[in-house]
């Protein structure tokens, strides 16, 4: 559709649209700390009530007069004659519920309250309040008429009369008026049919659908099977068909306020009189920021069906579940695993991108006289407004030099006073060069508003990951499957942990904990211990680590070295189930192709988060750049994905041999030029704004994002609500993996009574210098590194020095010389 551009000079704006009256809306329901508080009030009214019912069948007879008469009298003499254990109040209580109504069966009710109190309070579930509602309110009223047809029937005054309290009399009353001993056929049908519904017992006398049926049940069994791969979005209720054919139309798209003025050319020609060229026409075509896709109220349902998994349906269906059994379902674990939803993440002022006219006036004329100081003329000039930057597109004339206006970033930098002006030369796919220049107002991006999308809602990636927004303000979704590796680089204080919680926070909302694990990697200690609380849901770890985030270097080896063992298994599971690559393996795993008594399994996808890159080379060096690289080079293919982050992007942490390995790159604000260059091949990330601002490095193509924001508070009540809910019973366990030769030789072997001639020289030399290095015997000794490798084995077994500690050298156990020669002396002794 043809845009409008209005040649004035007047700044037009959009019609003002008129606000609603304010109406008085009642909230307090929905406060959480309501919530809290009624949850509370249940559990300690179930206490409350418990007490008084087990006190009235001890003191109900003595209190049964006082408590009739109760409000005929004075209160405070009145509680001074009862006996219940909680005074009047309890006296009462129990005397409406268990002699006036329900008799015994008012028992049931305490269970009730407590159970539903403590499912608002703790989010943990007992059992169903929704089930347990609906058998004590069978059971408050059967159990009550049973009772008290037993009363009825019996031809004296009983002491147990209250049994069946007054409601399970009167109507064992009528019963018995009616159908006299029918009441026990009649009690004992309805307590059949309850139980039939209640606990649906039809499978027990196997009654199963004729075959009539039988071609819906393989339709839905197909179904089930595409729905059941690796795709599993929010639970949501299917639309009926009118909003469905509405829903499958295209949008029109929604009209841009479009914003235009011209340049007065006098007044350009009097500031720069070297310009003796009429100015051609400038256009500034504002537009304004889109609406978000998706309505803010409610949830967009997921897409029906995986892209990768669609079957046809056709006449071939019943050879394709000729079995007539069900596929499997990797979710069927945590059958009632409940996604967590936007209303756990903070709501931010998401208004318009504040943006003055004045703001934008200054910024054209700045960069419009500047380039005519330096006699560049340009034709057109055009602005997008984006949450943190407005790009401004300019359009050279004939014969103007890109790299001439490449080389004024600092002047137009100068001439509009603000920092991280950016300068792309040419814009991708477009005749035109872009000026970034950050805006005075920047908008606050929000992971609330970025997740209720539906871009992001009715993706069909398989590992959807929020990025941010670009300066045209539209949400950017990649998928990390297909990078398949991400490198984040930033300096401290850029957004760079932020942008690793939004990332992780993205996989939580989109994936079922069946589906996908984490390998948490965090040398800081404090960066990713909110998700422990998730370990028996979304975590992996290796065997007999009582942590699931890996904080130590040497565990952090050995999870590495763990994750390659477990890409050679997954490897060998596809070879043998002749797959190209995990989808096409869990496909067939799903419609039982595969025989689980041969080792084959569901494969989760696995992604690794590395949050300090540059602390675990300075300590394990080799130990860890070996592993990272041979991930990267082949795990792409079984699950395995990589997330690499440093705040040091320097050429000794992001070696070549794991920089040629991560296509993709993201880069927060750096402190130099020699930084960007590392991380982007290019400059640029020395000039963002901070905050959340980003560089994305894919496809030889840099986009600027906007990172959302989320909280630390955000991510807490997000690992809350999941970590209540019933999870598997560990962590999912990756392989043991038991250290290489050097790492974990058995000392005992090694025989101290052939040792080595050197052995005597090469332990003064070490204790002189205090250094359990294999490189000094090399040097100082002159010996190959195979022979220096048993001599540093044969002192280890001597006591002189530590175990093998990966690149750091062996702790020196002997402090002097002398110490030294008392234990070479009684050495053969041992």
């Given at each position: 559709?043809a845009e409008k551009t209005y040649k004035s000079n007047t700044y037009k704006k959009a019609k003002k649209s008129k606000q609603p009256k304010k109406k008085l809306k009642i909230t307090f329901h929905q406060d959480k700390r309501f919530h809290l508080a009624g949850g509370f009030f249940l559990i300690v009214l179930s206490v409350f009530l418990g007490i008084a019912f087990i006190s009235f069948l001890f003191t109900g007879k003595a209190d049964q007069s006082v408590a009739e008469a109760a409000f005929d009298t004075?209160?405070?003499?009145?509680?001074?004659?009862?006996?219940?254990?909680?005074?009047?109040?309890?006296?009462?209580?129990?005397?409406?519920?268990?002699?006036?109504?329900?008799?015994?069966?008012?028992?049931?009710?305490?269970?009730?309250?407590?159970?539903?109190?403590?499912?608002?309070?703790?989010?943990?579930?007992?059992?169903?309040?929704?089930?347990?509602?609906?058998?004590?309110?069978?059971?408050?009223?059967?159990?009550?008429?049973?009772?008290?047809?037993?009363?009825?029937?019996?031809?004296?005054?009983?002491?147990?009369?209250?049994?069946?309290?007054?409601?399970?009399?009167?109507?064992?009353?009528?019963?018995?008026?009616?159908?006299?001993?029918?009441?026990?056929?009649?009690?004992?049908?309805?307590?059949?049919?309850?139980?039939?519904?209640?606990?649906?017992?039809?499978?027990?006398?196997?009654?199963?659908?004729?075959?009539?049926?039988?071609?819906?049940?393989?339709?839905?069994?197909?179904?089930?099977?595409?729905?059941?791969?690796?795709?599993?979005?929010?639970?949501?209720?299917?639309?009926?068909?009118?909003?469905?054919?509405?829903?499958?139309?295209?949008?029109?798209?929604?009209?841009?306020?479009?914003?235009?003025?011209?340049?007065?050319?006098?007044?350009?020609?009097?500031?720069?009189?070297?310009?003796?060229?009429?100015?051609?026409?400038?256009?500034?075509?504002?537009?304004?920021?889109?609406?978000?896709?998706?309505?803010?109220?409610?949830?967009?349902?997921?897409?029906?069906?995986?892209?990768?998994?669609?079957?046809?349906?056709?006449?071939?269906?019943?050879?394709?579940?000729?079995?007539?059994?069900?596929?499997?379902?990797?979710?069927?674990?945590?059958?009632?695993?409940?996604?967590?939803?936007?209303?756990?993440?903070?709501?931010?002022?998401?208004?318009?991108?504040?943006?003055?006219?004045?703001?934008?006036?200054?910024?054209?004329?700045?960069?419009?006289?500047?380039?005519?100081?330096?006699?560049?003329?340009?034709?057109?000039?055009?602005?997008?407004?984006?949450?943190?930057?407005?790009?401004?597109?300019?359009?050279?004339?004939?014969?103007?030099?890109?790299?001439?206006?490449?080389?004024?970033?600092?002047?137009?930098?100068?001439?509009?006073?603000?920092?991280?002006?950016?300068?792309?030369?040419?814009?991708?796919?477009?005749?035109?060069?872009?000026?970034?220049?950050?805006?005075?107002?920047?908008?606050?991006?929000?992971?609330?508003?970025?997740?209720?999308?539906?871009?992001?809602?009715?993706?069909?990636?398989?590992?959807?990951?929020?990025?941010?927004?670009?300066?045209?303000?539209?949400?950017?979704?990649?998928?990390?499957?297909?990078?398949?590796?991400?490198?984040?680089?930033?300096?401290?204080?850029?957004?760079?942990?932020?942008?690793?919680?939004?990332?992780?926070?993205?996989?939580?909302?989109?994936?079922?904990?069946?589906?996908?694990?984490?390998?948490?990697?965090?040398?800081?200690?404090?960066?990713?211990?909110?998700?422990?609380?998730?370990?028996?849901?979304?975590?992996?770890?290796?065997?007999?680590?009582?942590?699931?985030?890996?904080?130590?270097?040497?565990?952090?080896?050995?999870?590495?070295?763990?994750l390659c063992i477990e890409m050679d298994r997954r490897y060998d599971l596809l070879k043998e189930a002749g797959c190209r690559n995990i989808k096409e393996y869990n496909h067939k795993f799903v419609h039982r192709k595969l025989n689980p008594e041969k080792g084959h399994r569901f494969l989760p996808y696995i992604v690794l988060i590395i949050d300090e890159l540059a602390d675990l080379m300075m300590t394990a060096g080799k130990e860890v750049e070996n592993p990272i690289a041979r991930l990267a080079q082949l795990?792409?293919?079984?699950?395995?994905?990589?997330?690499?982050?440093?705040?040091?992007?320097?050429?000794?942490?992001?070696?070549?041999?794991?920089?040629?390995?991560?296509?993709?790159?993201?880069?927060?604000?750096?402190?130099?030029?020699?930084?960007?260059?590392?991380?982007?091949?290019?400059?640029?990330?020395?000039?963002?704004?901070?905050?959340?601002?980003?560089?994305?490095?894919?496809?030889?193509?840099?986009?600027?994002?906007?990172?959302?924001?989320?909280?630390?508070?955000?991510?807490?009540?997000?690992?809350?609500?999941?970590?209540?809910?019933?999870?598997?019973?560990?962590?999912?366990?990756?392989?043991?993996?038991?250290?290489?030769?050097?790492?974990?030789?058995?000392?005992?072997?090694?025989?101290?009574?052939?040792?080595?001639?050197?052995?005597?020289?090469?332990?003064?030399?070490?204790?002189?210098?205090?250094?359990?290095?294999?490189?000094?015997?090399?040097?100082?000794?002159?010996?190959?590194?195979?022979?220096?490798?048993?001599?540093?084995?044969?002192?280890?077994?001597?006591?002189?020095?530590?175990?093998?500690?990966?690149?750091?050298?062996?702790?020196?156990?002997?402090?002097?010389?002398?110490?030294?020669?008392?234990?070479?002396?009684?050495?053969?002794?041992?």
């Open positions: 559709m004075d209160l405070k003499a009145s509680g001074l004659e009862v006996e219940n254990w909680l005074g009047l109040l309890g006296a009462l209580s129990a005397y409406l519920f268990i002699y006036r109504w329900f008799g015994l069966a008012s028992m049931l009710i305490p269970p009730l309250f407590f159970v539903t109190g403590f499912k608002i309070v703790f989010k943990r579930e007992l059992a169903s309040p929704y089930n347990a509602f609906k058998f004590v309110s069978f059971f408050l009223i059967w159990t009550s008429v049973l009772l008290g047809y037993i009363v009825f029937r019996q031809d004296g005054p009983s002491p147990w009369g209250f049994l069946g309290g007054g409601v399970g009399y009167e109507i064992a009353f009528l019963l018995n008026s009616l159908m006299g001993w029918g009441t026990i056929l009649l009690l004992i049908f309805s307590l059949l049919v309850f139980l039939i519904y209640f606990f649906n017992i039809t499978t027990f006398f196997h009654l199963k659908p004729r075959e009539k049926k039988e071609e819906k049940i393989d339709y839905e069994v197909e179904k089930k099977a595409v729905s059941s791969g690796v795709q599993s979005d929010f639970d949501f209720k299917e639309q009926p068909e009118a909003e469905k054919d509405i829903s499958q139309k295209e949008k029109p798209a929604p009209q841009k306020d479009e914003y235009s003025f011209e340049l007065d050319q006098d007044e350009l020609s009097k500031k720069s009189k070297k310009s003796s060229s009429e100015m051609p026409e400038l256009e500034v075509n504002l537009p304004d920021i889109p609406e978000e896709d998706a309505p803010q109220n409610s949830f967009p349902p997921p897409p029906d069906t995986h892209a990768d998994y669609e079957l046809e349906v056709e006449e071939k269906m019943e050879e394709k579940v000729s079995s007539k059994m069900e596929n499997y379902d990797p979710t069927l674990d945590l059958s009632n695993y409940t996604y967590p939803t936007p209303d756990l993440l903070a709501a931010y002022d998401t208004q318009k991108v504040k943006v003055t006219k004045e703001e934008l006036e200054n910024n054209k004329d700045n960069i419009v006289e500047t380039l005519i100081n330096f006699k560049i003329g340009i034709s057109s000039i055009k602005a997008t407004i984006g949450p943190t930057v407005t790009l401004y597109e300019i359009v050279p004339e004939a014969g103007v030099k890109i790299s001439k206006i490449k080389n004024l970033e600092d002047d137009i930098a100068l001439s509009l006073a603000a920092l991280g002006i950016r300068i792309i030369a040419p814009i991708p796919g477009k005749g035109t060069i872009g000026i970034e220049v950050p805006n005075k107002n920047r908008e606050i991006v929000s992971m609330n508003s970025v997740v209720m999308t539906d871009k992001f809602m009715k993706s069909d990636k398989e590992l959807p990951i929020i990025l941010g927004k670009t300066v045209s303000n539209e949400l950017y979704v990649a998928d990390l499957a297909k990078m398949p590796h991400l490198l984040i680089a930033g300096a401290t204080g850029q957004g760079k942990s932020v942008g690793l919680n939004v990332l992780l926070t993205s996989l939580i909302f989109k994936r079922h904990p069946s589906q996908l694990k984490f390998v948490l990697i965090d040398p800081k200690k404090v960066e990713l211990t909110l998700y422990n609380k998730i370990e028996r849901h979304f975590l992996a770890k290796i065997p007999n680590s009582e942590d699931a985030i890996i904080t130590d270097t040497k565990k952090v080896i050995y999870t590495l070295n763990s795990a792409r293919a079984i699950g395995i994905h990589l997330v690499v982050a440093t705040q040091r992007p320097s050429v000794n942490v992001i070696t070549g041999i794991i920089k040629a390995n991560f296509p993709v790159r993201l880069s927060f604000r750096v402190t130099s030029k020699v930084d960007s260059r590392t991380i982007l091949d290019t400059g640029g990330a020395e000039q963002l704004v901070g905050q959340g601002d980003t560089l994305l490095s894919l496809n030889s193509e840099l986009i600027r994002l906007q990172c959302p924001f989320i909280d630390t508070p955000e991510v807490d009540e997000i690992c809350d609500f999941i970590g209540s809910q019933r999870g598997y019973e560990s962590a999912y366990y990756l392989p043991e993996y038991e250290g290489e030769d050097g790492e974990n030789s058995d000392v005992t072997d090694v025989d101290l009574k052939n040792r080595d001639a050197m052995f005597e020289d090469a332990a003064r030399l070490i204790v002189h210098h205090q250094q359990g290095s294999t490189s000094l015997i090399q040097r100082k000794l002159k010996l190959g590194y195979n022979r220096a490798g048993r001599i540093i084995d044969q002192l280890e077994a001597a006591g002189i020095v530590g175990p093998f500690e990966g690149s750091k050298a062996r702790e020196v156990l002997v402090q002097d010389e002398y110490s030294l020669e008392q234990l070479l002396n009684n050495i053969d002794n041992k």
